[in-house]
Each structure stands twice: as structure tokens, then as C-alpha cells.
């Protein structure tokens, strides 16, 4: 089965397509084999209009065109991939589309979540059945919506002999635990904390916004490490908090980019404390939760800044740090493989979140179907 998948993450980089061949419906080693993949970058104005709504005090009608509008990018965005890729679109049978999170809140007396990015403008547009809405059914079942990658992770990762560990680095870093030989149910994944998102904001206000993201940690590099700033950081009770746990924009967004510019740190210095802080607390989650580990197969954005996959390497020593195009997986791709692995389990009323990751009741089938008609 043919299946797209679309993820536009906490970054806002843009929108990720990933065009899927999948095998059989179980987990038993069906196969993954990815066609096409490609990344279409957000507008300038669609990116400022996103942030001005993310975790944000702002008008219901922002919101409601903005989803529309996402809706029509992300259509656009698949066409543009199929095409670079010489893949035809009737050859599609389904996508699976994550959408852009404005506001995620797992956790507390009133756990919500929200995703925009209209599927049934997608549907419409392509003419295929699109799945979306992955993370409101996880949370309606007691979980937190956070992470849904685990299952695809074990697809492509898992091994019987070798202990792995799949990072993430987006804007927010996140891990799966792949015991050698284990199932899965017994995976643990969890957020770490910042992955690119506080390092992004601030070289994007050091440069007035000529630079998005600091180019393979050039900055970083010319930098040292406040020592007193970064201990206090690493102090926040999140850091020891046992999993299951989730964390996004709502505590690394402006606030939090606020209070490190108000310390008066220059800006080098800033960037290479922020670097670390994610370096630091990536290798401590991982030598907590899987202190066997062997290999540590990284994706995401993260993983093209040379400086930080430095640190991460030099805080796991022993460990191999490496690409997960060195496990056949090209590294931007990896989250929307993983929804388009969803989106199939969906198709096939499977269950698509582990209890174990998410803290969920039990599992549950996740999404919802915007069908068709001239399709299926």
C-alpha cells in the first residue's frame, strides 16, 4: 500500500512529505520502503502567522483560516514532492497528515491538544483518504499525545541482537528505547527537552531574523558554555521527571527564550550554553533509561549541526552517534515515515499508540478519516 506521509513540526522549517511503500499491516517486520521525500518550506508570512497563533492570545478567526490555508499547503506541498519524485499520484491509496501544533497541553486538570492543517481540504485536493487528528484520541484515553513515533521507530530501528536508542532532534528532542530483542509494547520513549527550538529562536534574534538556525553550530562553536546558567537550567524538575512525559513551546517558546536573553550573556556564549543544554540533556536521558545502549540512530534537523552531534558524542562515550542514514533512513524523513506508518495501522483499525510512551489507559486506534468518494 502506497501511503503518504506529511509532518510540519515545532521547528516550523516547513513541510515534510514522505511518499511510503508498506508491506504487510502488522509489525512483524513488514517492510518500509520510502519513494519520495522532500521538504517545502513554509512562507515567510504562513511561518510568522503560525507562531502568532502558537500558544498565543489571538482571534478564533486566525485560527480557523490559518487551518484552511494549511490544509491547501499541505496539498500543494504533497503534489510538489510527487512530482519531483516522478510519483503518480494515483498510485496514492492514503496520507497521513500530523498538521501543525498550535498548542499542546498533556498533561494537568484539562489535558488538550490542537493540530491545524484541514484534512478534508487535503482529501479533497488529492483525492485520496487522509488521516489526521493522531494525538486527541491518545489523550481522550488518559495519555499525554506524545510521542506516536515509537511504533514506527521499532519498524525501522529495532533490532534482535543490538540495543538502539532513535533520537530525535526537532524542535523538541525526543527518544525511543529499542532493547535488543524486546516488543513492542515494552518501548519507552519520551521528550528529552529542547532539541533545535530555543537554540532557532535565539539565532534568529541575534541575526534580526536573517538567520533561521545556527548552520551546522557555527555559533555554538565560537562560544563557551556559561557553566552557572547552564547548572541552574538543568535543575528544572522535568529533567528528572520518570517518563512517560511531553514538552513543546508552551515551556521553550518566547518566555523561555526571554528569560535567557535577559541574563545579558552575549550572544555566542548564549547559543553554545542553549547547544549544550540540549547535548546535556539528550545524554542523560539516554544513559538513565537505556544505560546498555550500543548505537544511537539520530534524525531531525539536530542531526545536520555538526557541533551539537560533537557534544552528544562526547557525552556517550563508547556509544555509536550516528545519522539514521547510516540505518537506511534518510534523517529529515523519519516523523513523516512514522505517520504515514500511523496512518496505515489507522486504515487497518490497529492500534497506533503504545501505553507505555504515552501513559494511556490502553491502546487505541488513533486519528480520524476525512474519506474520498471518487477514490474509495
Known amino acids: 500500500m502506497r501511503v503518504v506521509g506529511i509532518m510540519s513540526g515545532t521547528s516550523l522549517d516547513g513541510i515534510d512529505v514522505a511518499v511510503v511503500d508498506l508491506g504487510g499491516v502488522d509489525l512483524g517486520g513488514s517492510g518500509v520502503a520510502t519513494v519520495a521525500f522532500g521538504t517545502v518550506p513554509y512562507p515567510d508570512d504562513t511561518r510568522n502567522r503560525i507562531l502568532a497563533v ?23 506541498a504533497v503534489r510538489q514532492v510527487c512530482a519531483d519524485g516522478a510519483v503518480q499520484l ?3 491509496h492514503l496520507i497521513g497528515c500530523h498538521g501543525q501544533t498550535v498548542y499542546h497541553e498533556g498533561s494537568g486538570t484539562s489535558p488538550n491538544t490542537l493540530q491545524i492543517g484541514e484534512a478534508d481540504v487535503i482529501a479533497e485536493r488529492i483525492g485520496v483518504p487522509v488521516v489526521s487528528g493522531f494525538r486527541t484520541r491518545d489523550i481522550a484515553a488518559g495519555g499525554l499525545g506524545a510521542p506516536l513515533v515509537p511504533l514506527a521507530d521499532y519498524l525501522l530501528f529495532g533490532d534482535a541482537r543490538i540495543g538502539r536508542v532513535a533520537l530525535n532532534i526537532g524542535g523538541i528532542a525526543n527518544i525511543t528505547v529499542l532493547r535488543a530483542g524486546a516488543p513492542p509494547e515494552e518501548l519507552v520513549a519520551f521528550d528529552t527537552g529542547p532539541g533545535n527550538m530555543v537554540v532557532d529562536q535565539l539565532v534568529e534574534r541575534m541575526s534580526g531574523g536573517v538567520l533561521r538556525y545556527d548552520r551546522h553550530g557555527e555559533v555554538a562553536a565560537t562560544g563557551q558554555v556559561d557553566a552557572e546558567l547552564l547548572s541552574g537550567l538543568l535543575r528544572h524538575p522535568y529533567y528528572r521527571q520518570p517518563p512517560p512525559k511531553t514538552a513543546g ?4 517558546g518566547r518566555e523561555f527564550v526571554d528569560s535567557l536573553v535577559g541574563t545579558g550573556i552575549g550572544w555566542p556564549d548564549l547559543i553554545a550554553t542553549a547547544t549544550e543544554l540540549t547535548a546535556a ?14 548505537e544511537v540512530a539520530v534524525g531531525g534537523g539536530g542531526v545536520h549541526n555538526g557541533w551539537l552531534m560533537g557534544r552528544i558524542r562526547a557525552l556517550l562515550p563508547g556509544v555509536r552517534v550516528a545519522s539514521t542514514a547510516e540505518f537506511g533512513v534518510d534523517p529529515d524523513a523519519r516523523e513523516a515515515i512514522a505517520f504515514a506508518v500511523l496512518a496505515h495501522r489507522t486504515w487497518n483499525r490497529q492500534t497506533g ?15 480520524k478519516v476525512s474519506f474520498c468518494e471518487n477514490r474509495f
Open 281 to 294: 540533556t539528550v545524554a542523560e536521558s539516554i544513559l538513565r533509561t537505556a544505560p546498555w545502549v550500543e
Open 90 to 92: 494515483e498510485s496514492i
Open 353 to 367: 499508540n503504545l501505553p507505555s510512551a504515552t501513559g494511556a489507559l490502553h491502546a487505541v486506534v488513533l486519528g
Open 249 to 252: 513551546r508552551e515551556q521553550y
Open 54 to 76: 502558537s500558544d498565543a492570545t489571538c482571534s478564533t478567526g486566525l485560527i480557523s483560516r490559518l487551518n484552511f490555508e494549511l490544509g491547501e499547503l499541505y496539498a500543494a
